[in-house]
């Protein structure tokens, strides 16, 4: 199946081989990016120590990869900080390895919190490990008692398409 000899003369065992249905597997090597659906030809030549088979030319195959890894933004979760001196972290990192820097902004809700950044940017290098941000409560701001702050993370932008307009939120 998808197998045809460019040659005639190959007569006997190879012909035999290929009307039985001989199957040839192809696996797709793993990586990070997300490149989404794509075709690739598979080329091969024969190798043998008889002339008449050696170097014979067979055509190539068609392949349709099914790419696994998904551009995403992923956002450790919901934090809760006290107004006297409270802080913590938030680490954002990407789901799959990015072709260029993607550039993820962030912003508060309110005066009620504050953020060590106001973007996070994350590499080839960094995209698994992510980046961290500090959200701190503001002890100048005003509270009544408990009050959400929420942070907006995104939309994204970078060069890459597939990292550049995500909204994470």
Not at 135 to 160: F, Q
Request: charged share 30%; with cysteine; glycine share 8%.
């Amino acid at each position: 199946d998808g197998i045809s000899l460019e040659s005639e003369r190959l007569p006997g065992l190879a012909r035999r081989l290929i009307d039985s249905g001989v199957k040839v597997s192809t696996i797709a090597v793993g990586d990070d990016a997300d490149e989404g659906m794509r075709t690739s030809e598979v080329r091969h030549t024969l190798v043998s120590d008889d002339d008449v088979y050696d170097a014979a030319a067979v055509d190539g195959v068609t392949v349709t990869i099914h790419d696994d890894d998904r551009a995403g933004v992923v956002v450790s979760s919901g934090v809760d900080i006290t107004e006297r001196d409270g802080s913590t972290r938030l680490t954002l990192r990407l789901t799959s390895r990015p072709t260029a820097d993607v550039v993820i902004p962030l912003s508060a809700s309110s005066d009620r919190c504050l953020l060590s950044d106001d973007a996070v940017r994350l590499t080839r290098d960094n995209w698994e490990d992510g980046a961290e941000v500090t959200v701190s409560a503001n002890v100048g701001a005003s509270w009544y008692g408990e009050e959400a702050c929420t942070i907006a993370v995104g939309p994204t932008s970078s060069a890459d398409r597939s990292y550049d307009g995500l909204d994470p939120d």
